[in-house]
């Protein structure tokens, strides 16, 4: 394992309503689960997809510490893909306003993966519904895309694509995707480093509204790679529920959210902590007083940043000049 196994800090898992005085603003449902407990039957539990392209033989298997699932190639006949592979899984909680972010931490083999929300949990043929943000490794001519998506069966409606090469035989990525009313927010993030895809997108047409949020995969016989992918630090959530500068979502305000808060001043809005759509020097005193949040406590090895920190990291990035923010092979994706 790669950086990953440095974020389980936070518990196996947890399932909380917050009502509790000083914290409205993070009262809502969430789900977390980092496999620690070696399976995906309880705590949370885990429901199994594999009906979409009438292909069997799945496996989900957690007892590594982490999460791989794996669908053969041996279903329904489409076209040049060949004969489809399928495989997914969803917790049961279910969610309107929502982000969803997981860890993929092994190489997958996969014509896409990702993950997804919204979903309606449908395991017939031909009939899952949902959206999802999903990597293509073979698009692009071979060197990727990332995807936002929403799901009518087979057919994987692309609402947004952005081309990246994930090299996931060396690095471990966080995929989230946050949807509220009817606008998605797809996001990849480098795990120790910065964002390496984000896209945005509106759904005018007949928009799903709340659903199951899950890992999916499809890959096809033509490809000669079976759907298999691995994940850790599974996350669901209302989006009430982010932490003030913690930039990557992962429940902690740490020295890994001061690395995406660097590379995004004055250029996204990646580090707004504060709701302003600019990353700027008041993020950087947001995320100093938040240091710790989330985390049991604060190591000296990353003892917060003391005020003068300020003061030598905001003239190194000012000292570039103005800086100006930057404007906002499948199923049958169409």
Known sequence: MRNSM?????????????ALAGTANRAAAQVFDDFSDLNDTANPAWTHLDGLVLSDGQTWDASTGRYRLR?????????????????????????????????FVEPATASAFGITARIDGNNTFNELRGYGYMYEPFAAGGLGEMVLFKMTGLNLHDMGSQQVTLDLANKDYTFSLEIIGNQLHGKVLEIGGGVVAEKTATDLTNPYTSGHSGLFA?????????????VDNFRSEAPSNAIPGDFNGDTLVNNDDLVIWKAAYGQTDVGDANGDNVTDGEDFLIWQRAFGAGAPLA????????????????????????????????????
């Open 218 to 230: 499809y890959s096809g016989s033509a490809r000669h790679a079976y759907a298999e992918f691995t």
């Open 6 to 18: 440095s974020r389980r800090i936070v518990p196996a898992f947890f399932l909380s309503v917050a």
């Open 299 to 334: 190591s000296a090895a990353t003892a917060v940043p003391e005020p003068a920190t300020l003061a030598l990291i905001m003239p190194a990035l000012l000292a570039a000049g103005a800086l100006v923010r930057c404007g906002t092979g499948c199923l049958h994706r169409s």
């Open 71 to 103: 669908g053969p190639t041996n279903g329904y006949t489409l076209g040049a893909n060949g004969d489809l592979g399928f495989v997914g899984s969803y917790v049961n909680s279910s969610f309107t306003d929502v982000k969803v972010s997981a860890d």
